[in-house]
């Protein structure tokens, strides 16, 4: 029996796998080269680019939660020139596509860092971050209106050729509208899902643990959220879905591609930690995915 067949197709980006790593989950990539071949990635997802720097919250910023955690972060970065300059220079050698995650407060500002970062060869696609406030709106998040969300989505395609993929947020009224309006604004694909907003309270001070008061929830814990989501929207797009959340293991990664009829558009992205992706991409996990290569496909 020969190989199991890995490779999909996210718009123009062709992947030698369906895994790939959740923003802010793997640094820029260049933190884990030590410890594991980033070129067994099917892509390589950065932490959130913005216009200007950012130094991110007050701590604390992390908490460990049953089953996951609450972190607020705050979108440290060094922004659109530091990444440019300093970031992807250190990754001009990586084989595997490199896939942009932008962040901004206004419609213009997700339209400037695609135009700019379109223009780095190595920049494979932009994943637009729609869980931010839109200043313009009173401080409304982008993701919560399938207007604004295509209106976000229809201003990076309009200055990009580059394959767009549109980060749903699960904290929406209705999932799949805002998937339909992303696709509809151009979106080559969607990926799902975002962190769930939590609250962590110290029982001893009776306050928020985090600085931020609230902080996103990510891990094991949202697994059957995503999953759910995941099978509602590749239910009701033609683009390709991509799966996140709670993905720890092979097994989570399959289970994350399986829910969605009809088959083929779900890929499931891994994060937290870079063993994960190791043993995706080697080894016995291939034998459980590839009854199910098929299903990766766009
Ligand atoms: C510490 C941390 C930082 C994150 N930063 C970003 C980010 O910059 N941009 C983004 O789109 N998502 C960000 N996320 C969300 C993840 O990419 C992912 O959607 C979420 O954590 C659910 O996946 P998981 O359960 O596998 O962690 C972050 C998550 C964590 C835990």
Known sequence: MGEPRMEVRIGDIAMKNPVMTASGCFGWGEEYRRFFDLNLLGALVGKAITPQPRSGNPGVRITETAGGMLNAIGLQNPGLDGFLDSILPRLQD???PIIANISAD???GFARLAEALSAAEKVAGIEINVSCPNVGRGGVEFCVEPPMVAEVVSAVRRVTSRTVICKLSPNVTDIV???????GAGADAVSLINTLVGLAINVHTRRPVLGNRTGGLSGPAVKPIALRMVSEVAAAVRIPVIGIGGIATATDASSSSSPAPPPSRSAPRTSSAPWPAR???TGSA???WSSRSRIFGS
């Open 94 to 96: 990586l084989e595997c």
């Open 106 to 108: 206004s419609v213009a």
């Open 177 to 183: 509208a805002i998937a339909r309006a992303a696709e």
């Open 279 to 281: 043993r995706s991409s």
């Open 286 to 288: 291939r034998s459980s």
